[in-house]
T-cell receptor
């Protein structure tokens, strides 16, 4: 089976930087994705890493180390609107489905 | 507008009364999937489909049925709902690319309560 571990909750203040980690144990690995979900709404895609290294998209960056079965989502210049749940998800093959972690709730305070 | 549409958004029903949650996408996606979300458990996959007439079980398929008669529609059927199926349900779709990322597009969710 597939297993993804991420912290259940992270807190930070506006303007700060926060890192949300994700470790995975899967039977195969094709890529690590991150999704954001506000308060029970539709999850939305943030980023994808198939190869080792850092991918940057504006204030958000995502990192992957395949040898360590580890990735993280880095959020910079935090804003109140970044308060949400963040899910990492693994695809184990090119045509397989996504398996999601349990999610990390990020609380940003003033 | 490209979207995944689920209906209804909210549903309260009683144990044993058959119900269907509809899902439709207008992006010509091959892949469609149903997830349920429960507090502390994240998104768990119920069923998925990679093409018309091709469906497969996810991690928690018990008590659910699906069908994929048309590419755009993927209804979720609860033949005899039970209280443990009270949950928030999401339908999602994407292209099947094989070699590169194809983000999942989610519907707005259906909050189901079974009493």
């Amino acid at each position: 089976g597939q297993s993804l571990e991420q912290p259940s909750e992270v807190t930070a203040v506006e303007g700060a930087i926060v890192q949300i980690n994700c470790t995975y144990q899967t039977s195969g690995f094709y890529g690590l994705s991150w999704y954001q979900q506000h308060d029970g709404g539709a999850p939305t895609f943030l980023s994808y890493n198939a190869l080792d290294g850092l991918e940057e998209t504006g204030r958000f960056s995502s990192f992957l180390s395949r040898s360590d079965s580890y990735g993280y989502l880095l959020l910079q210049e935090l804003q109140m609107k970044d308060s949400a749940s963040y899910f990492c998800a693994v695809r184990v093959s090119g045509y397989s489905t996504l398996t999601f972690g349990k999610g990390t709730m990020l609380l940003v305070s003033p | 507008e490209a979207q995944v549409t689920q209906n209804p958004r909210y549903l309260i029903t009683v144990t044993g009364k058959k119900l269907t949650v509809t899902c439709s996408q207008n992006m010509n996606h091959e892949y469609m999937s149903w997830y349920r979300q429960d507090p502390g458990l994240g998104l768990r996959q119920i069923y998925y489909s990679m093409n018309v007439e091709v469906t497969d079980k996810g991690d928690v398929p018990e008590g659910y049925k699906v069908s994929r008669k048309e590419k755009r529609n993927f209804p979720l059927i609860l033949e005899s709902p039970s209280p443990n199926q009270t949950s928030l349900y999401f339908c999602a779709s994407s292209f099947l690319t094989g070699g590169s990322v194809s983000p999942l597009h989610f519907g707005n969710g259906t909050r189901l309560t079974v009493t």
